[in-house]
T-cell receptor, first 111, second 111 residues
Framework: DGGITQSPKYLFRKEGQNVTLSCEQNLNHDAMYWYRQDPGQGLRLIYYSQIVNDFQKGDIAEGYSVSREKKESFPLTVTSAQKNPTAFYLC??????????FGQGTRLTVV | GENVEQHPSTLSVQEGDSAVIKCTYSDSASNYFPWYKQELGKRPQLIIDIRSNVGEKKDQRIAVTLNKTAKHFSLHITETQPEDSAVYFCAAMVSGYALNFGKGTSLLVTP
């Protein structure tokens, strides 16, 4: 529901591995965002993209990478350079009016 | 960049009482101020929003006020019910950029 889908719901990463989180939307929104949620920290912006083939770093971009090759898709790669990746990751797309619609989230755990 | 402060971090009220959550923002260019509700294990969902050309907006038991001069905005929930228990996030956005969130308020409504 909601037109924005994240997968997988749960993801386990071994130390030193890169993993990619998927985010797809069918809302025809230009803007898409990735946030990281930790207890007591709110939602912190990792990367955002206002248009295809363009993206900007957020407040905590180190250790992450993104691509925006299609309007519908904004995958996030958590690289081995991210030393504390265990968190809940939320993807959102934004209407032209500013309202953000969130995916159901991916919970990433390092094992 | 934009900095959003949110208070209190936790709030406990009795059923039927009112609850008020306050946020301040730093960037005077911010012009969109949404509030999101996140229930345990679920995605944040928009409950109300306000734009910089409006001072107050109401939707049934929920209202938001905005003071642009002081750069603060507040969420007011009247006649609280147990199902209002959740984490509430405020956010601020400058057009063309990303939503910046506060750290959240955990609201508990006790019967």
């Amino acid at each position: 529901d909601g037109g924005i889908t994240q997968s997988p719901k749960y993801l386990f990463r071994k130390e030193g591995q890169n993993v990619t989180l998927s985010c797809e939307q069918n809302l025809n929104h230009d803007a898409m965002y990735w946030y990281r949620q930790d207890p007591g920290q709110g939602l912190r912006l990792i990367y955002y993209s206002q248009i295809v083939n363009d993206f900007q770093k957020g407040d905590i971009a180190e250790g992450y990478s993104v691509s925006r090759e299609k309007k519908e898709s904004f995958p996030l790669t958590v690289t081995s350079a991210q030393k504390n990746p265990t968190a809940f990751y939320l993807c959102a797309s934004c209407s032209g009016q500013g309202e953000a619609f969130f995916g159901q989230g991916t919970r990433l755990t390092v094992v | 960049g934009e900095n959003v402060e949110q208070h209190p971090s936790t709030l406990s009220v009795q059923e039927g009482d009112s609850a008020v959550i306050k946020c301040t923002y730093s960037d005077s260019a911010s012009n969109y101020f949404p509030w999101y509700k996140q229930e345990l294990g679920k995605r944040p969902q928009l409950i109300i929003d306000i734009r910089s050309n409006v001072g107050e907006k109401k939707d049934q038991r929920i209202a938001v006020t905005l003071n642009k001069t002081a750069k603060h905005f507040s969420l007011h929930i009247t006649e609280t019910q147990p199902e209002d228990s959740a984490v509430y996030f405020c956010a601020a956005m400058v057009s063309g950029y990303a939503l910046n969130f506060g750290k959240g308020t955990s609201l508990l409504v006790t019967p």
